[in-house]
């Protein structure tokens, strides 16, 4: 079964520091392109991150760049975000998403975890 | 960055009924556009993907067209299980992939 498992979520202090984990089993991991999505309380979905297939590209929204960093380990099937100077509106569900890529038609975030709960507070 | 704008941001309907939803980006995107449902406490659900083409696995009472800038999904004979809040997405060129901000169907 092709599955998605994020960790590492839980309180964090303002200005602080939190690891995100998101583990993958039923598909060769490092076929694949990966991101990392999130949902505040209440409110819509929000792209953060985006790592090509080796880790050598990455892409960060404008909310969290400079604060958070991506990476992954394909030996390991896992992908990480390391996030850092927490705020209180980094609270939110993170999940970890796989891009799939379907020539000549487009491209989509195919296959999601249930996601991690992050809360930024003191 | 391409702005995502999706209308209405929420709606009633019942069982049975035939439910249109739109999303307009700020830029052309040809039909770099993804729809996905979300319903509390379970994961995000990838619907359709390059505005039309039906994700494997999701009923055919589930459309998307549109090309450019103006998009809809319908969901036609609306089911129980469909309430839910559903996001478009652009995914034309480079990140960020933006979201629409959500349109929640409601009983």
């Known amino acids: 079964e092709v599955q998605l498992v994020e960790s590492g979520g839980g309180l964090g202090q303002p200005g602080g520091s939190l690891r995100l984990s998101c583990a993958a089993s039923?598909?060769?991991?490092?076929?694949?392109?990966m991101n990392w999505v999130r949902q505040a309380p209440g409110k819509g979905l929000e792209w953060v991150s985006y790592?090509?297939?080796?880790?050598?590209?990455?892409y960060y929204a404008d909310s969290v760049k400079g604060r958070f960093a991506i990476s992954r380990d394909n030996a390991k099937n896992s992908l990480y975000l390391e996030m850092n100077s927490l705020r209180a509106e980094d609270t939110a569900v993170y999940y970890c998403?796989?891009?799939?890529?379907?020539?000549?038609?487009?491209?989509?975030?195919?296959?999601w975890g249930q996601g991690t709960m992050v809360t930024v507070s003191s | 960055d391409v702005q995502m704008t999706q209308s209405p941001s929420s709606l009633s309907a019942s069982v049975g009924d035939r439910v249109t939803i739109t999303c307009r980006a700020s830029e052309y995107i040809r039909t770099s556009l993804n729809w996905y449902q979300l319903q509390p406490g379970k994961a995000p659900k990838l619907l359709i993907y390059g505005a039309s083409r039906l994700q494997t696995g999701v009923p055919s009472r589930f459309s998307g067209s549109g090309s450019g800038t103006d998009f809809t999904l319908t969901i036609r004979s609306l089911q129980p299980e469909d309430f839910a809040t559903y996001y478009c997405q652009q995914s034309f060129s480079t990140p960020p992939f933006t979201f629409g901000q959500g349109t929640k169907v409601e009983i």
């Open positions: 998403t796989r891009r799939v890529v379907v020539p000549s038609t487009g491209n989509a975030f195919d296959v």
């Open positions: 039923g598909f060769s991991f490092s076929n694949y392109e």
């Open positions: 790592i090509s297939f080796t880790g050598s590209t990455k």
